[in-house]
């Protein structure tokens, strides 16, 4: 490399160091940031590296098309064009962090997690590419793709006409998505379809016609070909704060900050129990019985059941509660609790997942 080579890079890595200083931040100013002034990057990233994986992929079944991707702020494949936006907080640990607190879940934080995304929005921008749902056979596999969303879905957990792949019963929201999860299953090296599926008559068939339409493209190009980035991070003039906001909202996520002070008044962060359990271990203890009971007793589904107390369990940790009464007590608060808010839930009807 010429001397002059070196002093840009050195001028680059400077000028790159300068925009970070925002990873020592604490959470209240980094929330201040726009999303354009990160100064992130997805060329050179771990992300790119598991896009380019995700076209190996692609390319040892036979298939030419390689899905372009950039950062964004959410997962999306766009309508019409026929690649993958990844959310920002992927790429970097500092922000993966900020995520984990605010939303008690990184979506695709590990690489086999982000794998198994990167998987589902190429099944979209396959579909856009080749252009497949338009095909009667897509039709009457998936239905009609057309179909408006639906504000909330209410999945049936029992059901053998899906597959599963992400959380959720997600391949039951739509039949964009019911494909996309199947392409993700047909996918996914080593996942054995067949044989996972064997007893899945209805899902199976699915997989089977997958497998179909893919011979049928390979060694294919792709009838849409834009490269074009919808949403892209260094347009995104909205504050992390402002971003939190509205997903938070979005995902129902936020807990109302009632539901805080009654388990202060269930448990206890006083310095007297300090060697007492801590709450959340407590009712990890008895999650599956005070579920069932639960569950039974208001008709709601475990599922739901089971979300409000994953909710109750993390925040207790949040709050670093602990035991402050007996056992027997604590579990018989914890019922009443876990009832009144699976109930307030049944009727604000939050306990359909947003898609
Ligand atoms: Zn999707």
């Known amino acids: 490399m010429s001397a002059t080579g070196q002093r840009t890079t050195k001028t680059v890595t400077k000028r790159r160091q300068r925009r970070r200083a925002w990873v020592g931040y604490p959470d209240s100013e980094l929330l201040q940031l726009r999303l354009s002034d990160l100064g992130l990057r997805f060329e050179g990233s771990v992300l790119e590296r598991r896009v380019k994986r995700l076209h190996r992929e692609l390319a040892d079944r036979g298939i030419r098309f390689k899905p372009h991707a950039w950062l964004s702020s959410e997962w999306f494949s766009p309508d019409g064009v026929p690649g993958i936006a990844i959310p920002f907080y992927l790429a970097h640990p500092r922000l993966m962090k900020l995520e984990a607190k605010k939303m008690l879940e990184v979506e695709g934080g590990t690489a086999a997690s982000c794998m198994r995304v990167l998987r589902h929005e190429a099944g979209h921008a396959i579909d ?7 095909k009667k056979s897509w039709r009457e596999t998936f239905g009609h793709y057309s179909q408006p969303y639906p504000k909330y879905y209410r999945p049936k957990p029992n059901s053998r006409s899906f597959v599963l792949h992400l959380e959720a019963w997600y391949a039951q929201a739509h039949p964009a998505e019911d494909w996309a999860e199947t392409f993700a299953i047909w996918l996914t090296p080593r996942s054995n ?3 996972q599926y064997r007893d899945w ?10 497998d179909e339409l893919m011979r049928q493209i390979a ?11 919808v949403e892209p991070l260094s347009q995104l003039k909205k504050t992390l704060a402002q971003h939190y906001r509205w997903k938070t909202k979005r995902y129902g996520a936020e807990w109302p900050e009632f539901y805080d002070r009654d388990l202060r008044r269930l448990f ?12 959340a271990s407590f009712l990890r203890s008895i999650r599956r019985e005070i579920r069932e009971t639960v569950a039974e007793w208001t008709g709601a589904h475990p599922y739901t059941v089971d979300h409000v107390l994953q909710d109750m369990i993390d925040h207790c940790r949040r709050l670093k509660l602990r035991m402050a009464r007996s056992p027997n ?3 018989t608060e914890a019922v009443i609790l876990l009832t009144v808010h699976t109930m307030n839930c049944l009727l604000a009807g939050r306990h359909e997942i947003p898609v």
Do not use: C, N
Request: net charge positive; charged share 30%; glycine share 4%.
């Open 219 to 229: 060694g294919r190009s792709p009838a849409v070909t834009s490269r074009v980035k």
């Open 329 to 331: 007590r604590a579990k």
């Open 193 to 195: 379809w067949r044989q």
């Open 201 to 210: 008559p209805a899902a199976l068939q699915k997989l089977e016609y997958v």
């Open 268 to 279: 206890s962060d006083d310095g007297r129990y300090a060697r007492r359990p801590t709450a």
């Open 128 to 134: 856009t590419a080749f252009r497949l749902h338009f």
